[in-house]
Each structure stands twice: as C-alpha cells, then as structure tokens.
C-alpha cells in the first residue's frame, strides 16, 4: 500500500492552538465552569503549553447572556479575559443565524425578578422535602436529631 496517504482526521478533532488560530476574530459562545454564558469576539490568547494546556482568551465586545424560563438578557461586559482552565465549551456563533433566538429578550431587572421568584420557590419546595424527610426519620446534612 506505499503511494496511498494515511487518513485525515478533521479540525475539530483537535483543540490545539491551531483551532484558536482559525478562531481568531470570530464571535464566540463560551460557557464557563461556573455556570455563565459569554458572547464575545475572540481577539487574542496565549500559548498552549504542557504546563498549562488549557489556554487563556481575551474576548472583545463581550456581553454575559442570563437565561430564564422563555426569556434572555445581555449584560455588557466590554472587554473580557477568560482563564483557560474555566473554559466548559466554546464554538463559534453562525453569524447569518445569529438573530433566530427562540426565547424572548427581557430586561436585566425583569431576568433578575424571575429567577429571584424561582429561587424563591425552589427554597419553598426544599423546606417542604426536608420536613417530610424529617417526619420519617431522616436528618439533613450535619444537623443530628435529638
């Protein structure tokens, strides 16, 4: 078989700075570790090491996007660095799609109101679980019944 070149695998294969490279002034959607949702353009990063594989990424126009029930909100953040290591998921936003967002744009007040009211009720519904719990015998996370 000499002549016939070994298969290819494709880009996304791999997350190398090559990838970064090719994302290099395109919007990006980055999730983080801790829950947040960045858009942002990406403009520059630094090199990835065996010390530390996971680059860091400096984003431009960047807006940190809250979800709730059926609405969004952007809150602007201009200029952002994201620490590679708290990177969960990054791609690239399809420009031409960008606009066919299936939920509602809020107001940062109004997201903020819904997701009080529904930490509110989630607050509610662990009270009422706990006190059942309790009523069978069981006891919470280092609380010792007497």
């Not at 353009?41 to 065996?50: E, G, I, K, P, S």
């Amino acid at each position: 078989m000499e002549g016939t070149d070994p298969p290819t695998l494709p880009p996304q294969m791999f997350t190398t700075s090559t990838q970064l490279l090719d994302l290099t002034d395109k919007k990006l959607l980055i999730a983080l570790r801790d829950g947040r949702k960045l858009i942002g353009v990406l403009r520059a990063w630094d090199q990835l090491t065996l010390i530390s594989p996971k680059a860091n990424l400096v984003l431009q126009s960047t807006v940190e996007r809250l979800y709730c029930n059926d609405m969004y909100c952007d809150i602007p953040r201009g200029v952002f660095i994201v620490r590679g290591e708290n990177v969960l998921l990054l791609g690239e936003i399809d420009l031409d799609r960008e606009d066919e967002v299936l939920l509602r744009q809020a107001s940062v007040e109004d997201v903020f109101a819904e997701q009080r009211r529904e930490q509110a009720e989630m607050k509610h519904r662990d009270r009422v679980h706990k006190k059942k719990l309790r009523a069978l015998g069981f006891e919470d996370e280092g609380e010792v019944l007497h």
